[in-house]
């Protein structure tokens, strides 16, 4: 019987193991609960009105269509049988593995108060930015048709709780939203006088980056309008807006960009996990005393970058997806020597809405246009297939140059007017 690897997620780790296998002696089953890989980096653009959903998301069963030996299955994993070496599905369905991979990403976490996740959406799937992107633009038209001076200001209003990249990233295309595409679209409302509120609890945004390139970022925002508050942390999020250290806010919209929970692949398995519910995993990324199950990308942990932790960025996952892959094959071949895992570090990158960015590479730091230009290189490069490239790649020249947004479309949701 062929070996039959299981690979639970299409992912940045997933996918990069099923196409490390490619050619070897094996079956595989990938499973996903849905039935797209997503380019999680643009999806704070989808949220903003900027890129279309179908321009960074593709069916996984069509990007594996060629693989004869890989099969696609579209169903949500709840547990692992670890004795019996079964994948177990909530909808009752059992999955057989010889080798199982793990690589089921993490979500946003609310610090134990999931209460405000109905106010404050996060970002994490296609679903979360069409909410978010309906939430921005139904609080622009509702401010057009409010009389009430502070009702009116609440709704226009937003507040992004998190300096981290994604936090940057929304904050600056918002307010390039309201201050730079929309004036003129409306007629009672001037969209420049919008509140742009970046909340962080730290003493400064872009954590992770170096303390220049962190000002820099911080003074871009300022110049793009964004009130940065630092060092408060938000002690309330309700539907009349958010407490964040004494403060009230009232605001309309509040986008959730703080805290990531790993998924329950640790607990599935019955592994030890930190305090995020990242499986703590061994060198070789095996689950400790179970070497026939992997666990990589953001829903695991491990000190595999010259002894710190490895990041939970895209580059991490497919480094594991491919390391975990070879490993497998050199098993095939009767070789089961443990091949520890080393992350190798390419740089970090955020971009400060469509004229800025910064870039840590290490050995060199870029910022200011020439690092948005490399920003955007390398996350077309990233995507996947030509169409989209040169899709995104036209939707952001044509943005560059007019200003103008093609993606302005409310949606579906919870909000929907009752005109039909
Ligand atoms: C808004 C945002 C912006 C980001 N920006 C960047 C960036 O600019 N650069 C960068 O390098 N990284 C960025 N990241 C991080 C990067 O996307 C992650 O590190 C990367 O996706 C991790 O890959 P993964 O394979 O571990 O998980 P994911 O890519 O998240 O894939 C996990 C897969 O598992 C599936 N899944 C989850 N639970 C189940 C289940 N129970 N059953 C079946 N399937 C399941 C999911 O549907 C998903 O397809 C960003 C993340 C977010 C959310």
Redesign the pocket.
Known sequence: MTHHVVI???????LAAAQGLAGADVRITI????NH??F??L??QVGTATLATSEIAWPVRHLLRKRKEVTTLL????GVDTENRKVLLGDGGIVAYDTLIL????RHAYFGHDEWEPFAPG??TLEDATTIRRRVLLSFERAEREADPARRAALLTFVIVGGG??GVELSGAIAELAHQNLPGEYRHIDTRKARVVLIEAGPRILPSFTEDLSAYAHASLERLGVEIQLGQAVRECSDQGVIYGDQPLAANVILWAAGVRA??AAAWAGLPADNAGRALVEPDLTAPGHPEIFV????ATINAWHGKPVP??????KQQGTHVARTIRMRLRGNTAQRPFRYRHSGN?ATIGKRAAVIDFGWIKVRGWLAWWLWGLAHIYFLIGVRNRLAVALSWLWIYVTGSRSAHLITQGEQRPRTQ
Not at 75 to 78: D, K
Not at 103 to 106: F, I, S, V, Y
Request: charged share 10%; aromatic share 4%; hydrophobic share 45%.
């Open positions: 639970v997620g299409a992912g940045f780790g997933g499973i996903d609960q849905r890989h997503l999680q980096p999806l704070y169903g949500a994993v709840t690589a089921t990403g993490a970002l994490k990249p994604t998924s329950a990589i990308g953001d829903t939970g960025i895209a580059p991490a996952a990158l």
